[in-house]
């Protein structure tokens, strides 16, 4: 049977040819090398999935994390146009500093006055829901960035009102008067001034151009208000 | 019948025209032309004192209503489209708040059929924390001028602050709307302005209080008073110059009244923020002597 076939572009010719014999004239494997192995190398691949986070020891994945907290935290102090922040999001570096400087700013249980600072739960609140509401506020008027990343990046811009908070109560350690207070509001200043320009650098690419004050002057607000709290903490 | 092909005829036209028109806007980079969904009725130009230039872009806006479909409320584009503002329109939005025209009417020559969420939003939230700020900060002078205040964070007046500002900012709308619906379904006569555009222009008209709650920080009594009043007058003139044209052919009793309450409680509010700041000293002074003198 084999030996039977014509070959289709000769049909002159008696002498029989192999089946499929004038296949090599129009095959391309002589121009492209399809040469190569078929196996997949699962040998790798099960190595990657041996080495999933669930069967790593606690300190390997907690250091992990620690390690990406860190990271965002230096992109924060040196503010430069870069992806990290808004690609690999997360949200512990914002829960750590929210934590931080909501347990350093509530008044203490002693005092009983109506009129104090802010409780815990007040600041908390505050962070959480006005970064939410920026973050709204950014995606509705027509911002491309995704909600969680612009929560990530709000977050991770506390930072250095946080250190604000850490040396102020440093200072208040000190006696009171109109140095200190001069003292507390110009690192306050420069750390709200730092918090704005991290944040902005970050977010204000995400908003189309003719709205990128409307997009920044939330921003702005909430820092301020932050700062406010910080400024205005005395301690009982 | 004439008046009627009349009438087709010149729609087909309009229509034409905007055909014409619109593949320009749709090939700018940022379409917000296209963003925008045009949700407001739009008056078609007839019996209204609209410009050249407002029709045509109420027109724009029909027509690009009517090739999409009304996103419902269930969706993100649908309060999308209370957003599309650029820094330039609120800001001129804010100048003509501020600077009310007796020949402009703000909704028509400011608004224009796109009323935003974004002003009144950030206005009041503004309006609130510079409250709470100020009132700290008139504590804290009248410390350094009285030793016997006692100095503390009123924080709880963020709260309160916030809580009283946008329910004015929100619900006083809701009921004036409502009136004026009301009043419209009794007289038939010019339709009056969408809920938005009235939360519009009363969150527009509270920006004036913003300074004037910065400038009461100045101790001097009388200069405080002269700004309350400068401020006041500004905002409800704004107020009573948007609304009268809605009300003017109501009867003369319930245009009075109506204009009456709006400023009463636009009076009330701007009591309200002197109050606040002067009860933060008295508290804190009594408070303190009820603390410091306690038999203990």
């Known amino acids: ?236 | 019948m004439a008046a009627a092909d009349d009438l087709a005829f010149h729609e087909f036209e309009e229509a034409t025209n905007l055909l014409a028109e619109t593949p320009d806007a749709a090939t700018t980079s940022r379409s917000d032309q296209l963003t925008s969904l045009g949700h407001v009725a739009v008056a078609a130009g007839t019996g209204s004192s609209y410009g050249a230039e407002d029709e045509v872009e109420s027109d724009k806006t029909a027509l690009l209503q009517a090739e999409k479909p009304q996103p419902g409320f269930w969706t993100f584009s649908y309060y999308q489209s209370f957003f599309d503002v650029d820094t330039s329109q609120v800001l001129d939005r804010i100048k003509g708040a501020l600077l009310p025209r007796p020949g402009h009417n703000f909704v028509r020559h400011h608004l224009r059929n796109r009323p935003d969420l974004y002003g009144p939003f950030w206005i009041c939230a503004t309006l609130a924390f510079v409250l709470a700020v100020t009132g700290n900060l008139t504590l804290v002078l009248a410390q350094r001028r009285d030793p016997s205040i006692h100095y503390s964070p009123q924080f709880h007046k963020v709260t309160m602050a916030g809580i009283t500002i946008y329910c004015y900012a929100w619900l006083v709308p809701l009921v004036l709307w409502g009136f004026l619906r009301w009043r419209q379904g009794v007289q038939e006569r010019v339709d009056p302005y969408s809920f938005l555009e009235t939360v519009c222009v009363y969150g527009y008209s509270l920006f004036i209080f913003i300074p004037m709650v910065v400038l009461w920080l100045i101790p001097v009594p009388w200069l405080q008073w002269l700004f309350g009043a400068l401020a006041l007058a500004l905002s409800t003139a704004g107020l009573v110059l948007t609304l009268w044209p809605v009300i003017r052919e109501d009867t003369r009793l319930v245009a009075v009244a109506l204009l009456s309450t709006v400023v009463l409680l636009h009076a009330l509010l701007a009591m309200g923020c002197k109050i606040s700041l002067l009860s933060s000293i008295s508290s804190s002074r009594c408070l303190w002597s009820r603390w410091h003198l306690q038999p203990k």
């Not at chain 1, 991770?156 to 250190?163: D, E, K, M, S, W």
């Open chain 1, 1 to 236: 049977m084999a030996e039977v076939a014509e070959s289709p572009g000769d049909p002159g010719t008696a002498s029989p040819r192999p089946l499929f014999a004038g296949l090599s004239d129009i095959s391309i494997s002589q121009d492209i090398p399809i040469e190569g192995e078929i196996t997949i190398p699962m040998r790798s691949r099960s190595r990657e999935f041996d080495s999933s986070t669930l069967n790593e020891s606690v300190q390997n994945t907690i250091m992990r994390d620690l390690k990406a907290v860190g990271k965002k935290f230096m992109h924060v102090l040196y503010p430069r146009k870069s992806n990290t922040l808004l690609r690999d999001w997360d949200l512990w570096g914002p829960l750590i500093l929210c934590v931080t400087l909501a347990l350093m700013l509530q008044r203490g249980s002693v005092d009983s006055e109506k009129d104090g600072g802010p409780q815990f739960a007040e600041v908390f609140v505050i962070v959480w829901f006005g970064a939410v509401t920026i973050t709204l506020n950014s995606k509705l008027l027509g911002g491309n960035i995704s909600f969680f990343q612009s929560l990530c990046v709000l977050g991770y811009c506390i930072l250095p009102l946080t250190v604000a908070m850490l040396i102020c109560r440093l200072v208040l350690l000190a006696e009171p008067g109109p140095i200190n207070f001069m003292v507390r509001l110009f690192v306050v200043i420069v750390m709200f001034a730092w918090s704005i320009v991290a944040s902005t650098a970050f977010l204000a690419d995400s908003q189309p151009p003719n709205r990128k004050a409307l997009a920044v002057y939330p921003v702005f607000l909430f820092y301020f208000v932050i700062s406010w709290m910080i400024l205005t903490f005395t301690p009982q």
